[in-house]
Nanobody
Framework: HVQLVESGGGSVQAGGSLRLSCVST?????MAWFRQAPGKEREGVAA???????LYADSVKGRFTISLNRAQTMVYLQMSNLEPEDTAMYYC?????????????????????WGQGTQVTVS
């Protein structure tokens, strides 16, 4: 049974930076970050795949960077130039990561495992 545990959330002023971390109990071929703000649906933020391919939501391109350790058990999300609109619970996801056409995906339904989340608040 795969477990994912996130850390690194917190409160920061607009323009600031945070680094989220997520550890997996097993190596993964794909890992991702999602976020969910109150009253909104969960949305994909960034995903990374074996071989190093990355996928980003348009809203975070140029501000967020996803990375994976060599053992493929930890994924990081470096967030810079944070905006109040980035305020949300951030979730780590792993496994799958492709849609029915085997294309890289940022859809929550295409990932198998989930962490409990870490809160990010930007004021």
């Amino acid at each position: 049974h795969v477990q994912l545990v996130e850390s690194g959330g917190g409160s920061v002023q607009a323009g600031g930076s945070l680094r989220l971390s997520c550890v997996s109990t097993a190596s993964q071929n794909s890992m991702a970050w999602f976020r969910q703000a109150p009253g909104k649906e969960r949305e994909g933020v960034a995903a990374i795949y074996i071989g190093g391919d990355r996928l980003y939501a348009d809203s975070v391109k140029g501000r967020f960077t996803i990375s994976l350790n060599r053992a493929q058990t930890m994924v990081y999300l470096q967030m810079s130039n944070l905006e109040p609109e980035d305020t949300a619970m951030y979730y780590c996801a792993a496994g799958g990561g492709v849609d029915s056409d085997y294309e890289y995906s940022l859809s929550a339904s295409d990932f198998d495992y989930w962490g409990q989340g870490t809160q990010v608040t930007v004021s």
